[in-house]
């Protein structure tokens, strides 16, 4: 079983301020997708990270695959409050056949 | 609006009773998952099909459970005799099944069982 495993768990900050967070796995990845979903919603798609130590930004947003493909991390510069949400990331190995998503980051942008 | 598509969006049900839900993937996709998602939690697999095979199924997937995808383009998912622990939001996303395997969701089905 592969598993990918976010952190942390919960982050609560201020309008303004800069935050990353991880996710970890010992299984190497084809693919890394990260996805935000608001109560109630189903998760969007932010991006997908397909080479080793691949950098992609989203405005406000950086992304990072790291150069084994097995972790990524996302950063969030000068965070809004439209920020809020839970952030999910998901691997996928060819091998397997499928994604494996983490349990995510939920994450709140305080005015 | 050529995004995935679930109906219903909520469903409040008896214990015991039968639900089906219903998703309409992205029409190139060949494709589509079924997971089930609790408070707090990501995603948990339930099954995938390419096309109308049904090729895998996790070991969530009780027998009161069955999703079909009879031409390879909508599919259902049946939850028979309801339970309290059914209680989840149910997700269908899609994809191209290339080689990112990039999924696309659905707004979800809340389910909610009495």
């Known amino acids: 079983t592969q598993l990918l495993e976010q952190s942390p768990q919960f982050l609560s900050i201020q309008e303004g301020e800069n935050l990353t967070v991880y996710c970890n796995s010992s299984s190497v990845f084809s693919s890394l997708q990260w996805y935000r979903q608001e109560p109630g919603e189903g998760p969007v798609l932010l991006v997908t990270v397909v080479t080793g130590g691949e950098v992609k930004k989203l405005k406000r947003l950086t992304f990072q695959f790291g150069d084994a493909r097995k972790d990524s991390s996302l950063h969030i510069t000068a965070a809004q409050p439209g920020d809020t949400g839970l952030y999910l990331c998901?691997?996928?190995?060819?091998?397997?056949?499928?994604?494996?998503f983490g349990d995510g980051t939920t994450l709140t942008v305080k005015p | 609006d050529t995004g995935v598509s679930q109906d219903p969006r909520h469903k409040i049900t008896k214990r015991g009773q039968n639900v089906t839900f219903r998703c309409d993937p992205i029409s190139e996709h060949n494709r589509l998952y079924w997971y089930r998602q609790t408070l707090g939690q990501g995603p948990e697999f339930l099954t995938y099909f390419q096309n109308e095979a049904q090729l895998e199924k996790s070991r969530l997937l009780s027998d009161r459970f069955s999703a079909e995808r009879p031409k390879g383009s909508f599919s259902t998912l049946e939850i028979q005799r309801t339970e309290q622990g059914d209680s989840a939001m149910y997700l269908c996303?899609?994809?191209?099944?290339?080689?990112?395997?990039?999924?696309?969701f659905g707004p979800g089905t809340r389910l909610t069982v009495l």
């Open positions: 998901a691997g996928f190995n060819t091998n397997a056949g499928k994604s494996t």
């Open positions: 996303a899609s994809s191209s099944g290339l080689y990112t395997d990039t999924q696309y």
